[in-house]
């Protein structure tokens, strides 16, 4: 069922589609393929999330087996909809067009359990893609911000959420380095889906007390990248831990002209 109630069907999967400004066209037998491939993948990502975190959070599952993945499946480049690799295993990322990708659904599984997003608290995602982290992330919190730099890719995503009654994702063309100061209360959860080389300030200035961050560090298009877990504790000071390695598409603008010692970052 969608969020507005009506069932999830091959009719109503090209009409939100059409809805986004993205054209679609597959047979019943097509979209039910798709569909018949789904719990193969949520089984998945709950045996991933108890291997690496000994346990799979029910609210992550349930956000994940909420969400269509296959309607997140296009590349906006080509004009393309890519929604019978929706559930590919194993699981890998797929390309949105404009150098940019959707991650693989285990990735975003774990990164998503570890920040640990409740009902009540405000997310704020570095890195739109498809809209698929900041809709999984909607599903739990009260209401997720997500930025994007690639500006053809972010006009066109923004249109994805409201087919899909989902009113409480806001999105915009930006550049993620200085977070969104405009939502003066801060944020419970950051997650950046983008490797950045250092933390950016401006994300631990806008972690409210109590609030976590994920972000991956290392060099662009290097092996080496390593996620990095922040907390911010009741007095304002952040704590950090190593995670484990990754590989992500580089963070851009400010990031590559302001260096580290210049930010002044919390060091990773």
């Known amino acids: 069922m969608t969020p507005n109630g009506k069932p999830w069907d091959r009719a109503a999967f090209e ?100 920040i640990a997003p409740k009902p009540g608290e405000i997310s704020l995602e570095i890195g739109t893609g498809s809209g698929f982290q900041s809709s999984l992330l909607s599903r739990i919190v009260d209401h997720a911000y997500s930025i994007e730099i690639i500006e053809p890719l972010g006009n066109a995503v923004k249109q994805i959420f409201g087919p899909l009654g989902y009113d409480n994702v806001t999105t915009k063309v930006g550049d993620g380095y200085y977070g969104w100061p405009e939502q003066k209360d801060g944020f419970d959860i950051i997650i950046v889906t983008c490797a950045a ?3 950016p300030p401006a994300l631990f200035a806008q972690l409210k007390p109590g609030g976590r961050m994920i972000i991956p560090i290392g060099q662009p298009f290097k092996q080496g990248q390593v996620f990095y877990v922040y907390h911010k504790d009741a007095t304002g000071k952040i704590h950090s831990r190593r995670d484990m390695g990754c590989f992500f598409i580089p963070m851009t603008g400010a990031m590559m002209k302001v260096p580290a010692a210049q930010a002044s970052a919390t060091p990773a």
């Open 15 to 114: 009409a939100a589609m059409a809805a986004s400004g993205r054209k679609v066209s597959v047979t019943d037998e097509q979209f039910s393929a798709i569909q018949a491939r789904k719990p193969a993948a949520m089984a998945a990502i709950e045996a991933y999330l108890k291997l690496r975190l000994g346990s799979a959070d029910p609210l992550v599952l349930a956000a994940f087996q909420a969400l269509p993945r296959e309607y997140y499946h296009y590349n906006y480049e080509e004009h393309r909809s890519t929604c019978g690799d929706a559930y590919d295993q194993p699981a890998k990322p797929w390309a949105l067009g404009y150098g940019s990708a959707l991650s693989d659904y285990l990735g975003q599984a774990y990164m998503t359990q570890v």
């Open 197 to 199: 080389q250092y933390a």
